[in-house]
């Protein structure tokens, strides 16, 4: 049963609100927040949320979740294209990590559509703007 959970917010996330609204929308990440904690508590699961700019910052937090959260949703923002670190470290710390991204990437630039997380998660969201991270919510749940 899944009972704490870890949301992951990679690079540029923390501009949320003010980059690029037309993908990303005019509400703020902590307002997402909130709402993500909400749904969670809602399905009767704790969650903490951590946001970084830097590849080693998310490795550390990950490697920390294995002994402290019981699944990690992670939208690992431009790192899902090319971090085979991060990749590596989803992959090490067997808990199921579900991915997601509020725009649909595989409607955006080619590179967008090539995920190297995506085989060690375990589900990909994306496309539904912060609905992504309530889905990701509810599957956990539902796990």
């Known amino acids: 049963m899944i009972n704490k959970i870890l ?3 990679g690079p540029n996330l923390n501009l949320l609100g003010e980059r690029e609204p037309g993908v990303y ?3 703020s990440i902590d307002v997402l927040n909130d709402n993500i904690i909400d749904r969670a508590k809602e399905q009767g699961m704790q969650c903490e949320i951590f946001q970084s700019n830097h590849e080693g910052a998310i490795i550390d937090k990950l490697h920390a ?3 402290a959260f019981d699944a990690v949703i992670i939208n690992a923002g ?3 294209h090319y971090s085979y670190a991060i ?3 989803i992959a090490a710390i067997k808990i199921p990590c579900i991915e997601v ?3 649909n990437v ?3 630039d080619e590179f967008r559509s090539k995920s190297v997380i995506s085989e060690v998660c375990r589900g990909t969201i994306c496309g ?3 609905g992504s991270y309530y889905l990701a919510v509810q599957a956990l749940a539902e796990l």
């Open 101 to 103: 991204h509020i725009s």
């Open 25 to 27: 929308g005019n509400t």
């Open 106 to 108: 595989f409607a955006r």
């Open 65 to 67: 979740a294995r002994t």
């Open 7 to 9: 949301v992951i917010h």
């Open 128 to 130: 539904f703007g912060f």
């Open 78 to 80: 431009a790192y899902t």
């Open 87 to 89: 990749r590596d470290a």
